[in-house]
């Protein structure tokens, strides 16, 4: 089963903001987008979501200040719809994506195309990084790698896993590969393999081949 891509299937993501480089791509993006404050009331319910800060771009800013649009949002929260199903229900039709980052209790409201999109490649952003922070090094990676195999490369080397196989201390995403290989330290992963299959397929493979040592 082919994974979809969570931003553009759901329509909310959630992020971490400390991961990104407010230089470039989706950190720069985030920079930018002015706090969103609203009436009184409605930030009573963000917070009940747990959302203490509020971002949007500037079209995000206009739908959040349609009161139509804002009393739907806030009766489905009110009657405990959780807050990703509740934003998709109530502005899937604007194209609008919710970034949430729980650790810092905040979120972002993203409507321009402009704005939107980088998200597109927010796990091969961030990927990279959080392999090195748990020792792995990405060592190779094919171009012909779609977003979605970057979200199924962040699903499956969680820290649980990388920790409980210490022995993976490089990994490589191959064109010339089909399936998985496992040699000298290096986990190799073909890239047809990678965008095409589920997280849990792509770990049950990596999890014979290394049965196999």
């Known amino acids: 089963m082919i994974s979809k891509l969570r931003v553009e299937h759901y329509r909310w993501l959630e992020i971490e903001v400390s991961r990104l480089n407010p230089l470039i791509g989706c950190g720069l993006v985030l ?56 934003f998709r229900t109530v502005f899937y039709n604007y194209h609008a994506i919710l970034l949430i980052d729980k650790h810092v209790e905040s979120a972002w409201i993203l409507t321009e195309a402009e704005n939107r999109l980088p998200f597109i490649n927010y796990y091969k952003e961030i990927v990279p990084k959080v392999l090195k922070e748990f020792g792995v090094i990405l060592s190779s990676i094919h171009p012909q790698v779609l977003p979605v195999g970057w979200q199924n490369l962040y699903d499956v080397f969680d820290e649980k896993f990388i920790k409980t196989h210490s022995e993976i201390k490089a990994l490589e ?41």
Do not use: M, W
């Open 31 to 86: 920079s930018k987008i002015p706090r969103f404050y609203g009436s009184e009331s409605f930030h009573r319910v963000i917070e009940g979501y747990r959302i203490k800060k509020l971002y949007a771009d500037r079209i995000s800013q206009k739908l959040l200040n349609n009161e139509n649009i804002v009393e739907i949002f806030c009766k489905n929260a009110l009657s405990g719809i959780p807050l990703g199903e509740n």
């Open 173 to 213: 995403i191959l064109s010339t590969l089909t399936d998985i290989r496992y040699r000298n330290y290096v986990l190799s992963i073909g890239v047809n393999l990678l965008n095409l299959s589920s997280p849990e397929i792509i770990k049950q493979k990596i999890l014979e081949v290394l049965s196999e040592l």
